[in-house]
């Protein structure tokens, strides 16, 4: 083997050591409960046993979404989660509701996420629990002492404009605190009438680090993920929400 050709040769090995490398460190490694679990609350903790009110949100059909973009040589992540309680008045000036997400229930590549988000193809159950321990562990989420984000919506303003579907649009102002940080927060939402009940969608975008979150990493920065987040609710509220 001539010299030229001997250096290809190991330059195409070592790239192919380091994509396995740096895709095993960003699944992570280990066992135990802490990381096996992404499940969150039972199913049963969604569905309330007590009739919904005009402007609730139904819990057990509700969900929000979040893309995760990668890095080097990460991998782009679809995570799917749910509200512990929320209600949204629409068209109120002041105190329109409040979202409260359950943190402990975010759930990295589950295909319904992957889906939502943007992305092709599924991911194994194994890599999933890692991933969830990555996420949801101390370094990242901390859900253990964090385990609520808060929405507390100030104000939820009709717009003139429609959306592109020809829905009525909404302003959707108030204050949002993840992993202990409160930062201000204005999303737009559509909303469109479905069978007695309100189908809200909306998304935002944070930054990390703007809460207090280093984004996850490994191998010096090979492999990991960006620090903005793009959030996407996916709600059905009870009725007509609407102040008075």
Not at 183 to 191: F, H, N
């Amino acid at each position: 083997m001539r010299r030229g050709e001997r250096h290809r040769w190991w330059a195409l090995c070592l790239f192919g050591v380091l994509n396995g490398l740096a895709f095993m460190l960003f699944a992570g490694s280990g066992s135990g409960p802490e990381q096996a679990s992404a499940a969150g609350l039972p199913t049963a903790a969604y569905v309330s046993t007590q009739p919904l009110e005009a402007g609730d949100v139904d819990l057990k059909d509700s969900r929000v979404y979040t893309f995760v973009g990668k890095t080097g040589l990460g991998h782009n992540h679809g995570v799917e989660g749910r509200l512990k309680s929320g209600r949204v008045v629409l068209g109120a000036s002041e105190e329109a509701g409040e979202l409260v997400f359950d943190m402990t229930s975010f759930d990295a590549d589950t295909d319904a996420a992957r889906r939502y988000v943007g992305l092709e193809g599924s991911t194994d159950k194994s890599t999933r629990q890692q991933v969830n321990a990555n996420m949801k562990g101390a370094d990242v989420l901390n859900v253990q002492k964090f385990p609520l984000a808060t929405f507390r919506i100030n104000s939820a303003r009709l717009l003139e404009d429609r959306g592109r579907k020809g829905l009525p649009e909404y302003l959707l102002e108030g204050r949002f605190t993840l992993h202990g940080v409160t930062q201000p927060l204005r999303l737009q939402a559509t909303a469109e009438e479905k069978d007695g009940r309100i189908h809200l969608k909306g998304s935002f975008s944070v930054l990390q680090t703007s809460y207090g979150i280093r984004p996850y990493s490994k191998a010096f920065g090979a492999v990991g993920v960006t620090d903005k987040l793009t959030i996407y609710g996916d709600l059905w509220l009870q009725g007509a929400a609407a102040s008075e």
